[in-house]
């Protein structure tokens, strides 16, 4: 079942959005969008071609698919089609047209608390028990939602939202169009410690969070301020839930990081970049540009070359992967004996890395 869309379309004005071909039942009503297995005659859905999926498209009821030219030969004759190259992208248009985004009214809620000497632009609009501090500055057509701190000499740019429940700590800087989820943390100390005689001393952070344009940042993640650098994100950044950014990270243009994945203090991620779910990324290394990590993969040196990379046991029967983890603790031996015998026969192998 379908959230009801709040801006409706007959399937011609939305072939019309999207520059397509408009296909016969050109005046049927699209009231929402949902997936091919629960799509009605009323929804809109989106078919890739993947034949993973060919069985529940040839048996859609929806009234309306986006789709490439192999996944129109796989619908039902009847159901209309929006056939372009790249469905996912036209399908993301097209919700954007069906559900557009409600704006609430320039203004400050009577419950806010602004500092004096702070700047907010009138077009802004800052909701319920919103905080900001002394020097901050939040520019045109802002959006801070309810509950969020804004600490002093922050800087957030044009048409940034927080959507509510967010925390930005002194001095951080949060460019234009900006998407911030509930529950992000931005400019906490990050864990800079020092031994003094067996004791844990705590080392005074003092750098910032720089934060590009036309960044995401999903709910529950949190971003470290420098200890002495800035941690930066770069523009085109998107970020998941629940990702840990620690102390002095850059994280290049444009790259994506699913949730649950943690950037130890001053690794460095190239632009173009992709860490999937459950990444980790030990402290002062650094990725290329285009590099691409599968998840749950733990990255323990630099990577200098483009390309997929991955590590981590697949899922296994327990009893095997007992087995092959007693085998595993065996391998250095089992190494130096092949060597050995590798020597007794004569050969001159080629042991490459491929790091």
């Known amino acids: 079942m379908s959230i009801q869309a709040t801006s409706t379309a007959t399937v011609a004005e939305l072939a019309e959005v999207v520059g397509a071909s408009v296909p016969a039942d050109s005046q049927r009503v699209i009231t929402g969008a949902a997936s091919l ?15 993973k999926s060919a069985g529940t498209a040839s048996n859609t009821g ?20 929006l056939v372009v190259d790249e469905p996912r992208l036209v399908f993301a248009r097209l919700l954007e ?28 609009r800052l909701g319920a028990h919103v905080t900001v ?52 943390v931005i400019g906490s100390d990050g864990f800079g410690l020092a031994l003094d005689k067996g004791a844990w001393r ?6 910032r969070v720089v934060i590009g344009n036309d960044v995401d940042i999903g709910a529950n993640t949190t971003i470290d301020r420098g200890a002495l650098d800035d941690t930066v994100i770069d523009d085109g950044v998107k970020l998941d839930n629940l990702i840990q950014i ?48 599968t998840g749950m993969s733990m990255v323990t040196r630099s990577i200098h070359r483009p390309g997929v990379y991955s590590a981590g046991t697949p899922l296994d029967t327990n009893e095997r992967w007992h087995r092959n983890a007693a085998r595993f603790k065996q391998l250095d031996r089992l190494v130096r004996r092949v060597r050995q015998l590798e020597k007794q026969l004569g050969d001159t192998p080629t042991h490459e890395d491929d790091s």
């Open 202 to 207: 705590r080392v005074p952070q003092v750098g």
């Open 246 to 293: 620690a102390h002095n990270v850059r994280v290049g243009a444009h790259s994506a990081i699913a949730g649950c994945a943690g950037l130890a203090g001053s690794s460095v991620v190239g632009r173009h970049c992709t860490l999937g779910g459950g990444v980790g990324l030990a402290g002062h290394l650094t990725l290329a540009d285009h590099v691409h990590v």
């Open 97 to 124: 047209r069906l559900y557009p985004r409600q704006r609430p009214e320039p203004g400050i809620h009577e419950t806010a608390v602004i500092a004096a000497d702070a700047e907010v632009d009138p077009s802004a």
């Open 37 to 51: 297995a629960s799509a009605g005659d009323r929804d809109v859905a989106y078919y890739d071609g993947d034949r």
């Open 62 to 81: 929806a009234g309306l698919v986006v789709t490439n030219e192999t996944g129109q030969a796989q619908l039902p004759a009847d159901v209309p089609a």
């Open 133 to 184: 501090g002394g020097g901050s500055r939040i520019a045109a057509d802002v959006e801070v939602g309810p509950g969020c701190l804004i600490g002093e000499n922050v800087s957030i740019g044009v048409g940034t939202r927080l959507i509510g429940r967010v925390t930005v700590l002194a001095d951080t800087v949060i460019g234009a169009r900006c998407v911030i989820q509930p529950g992000v």
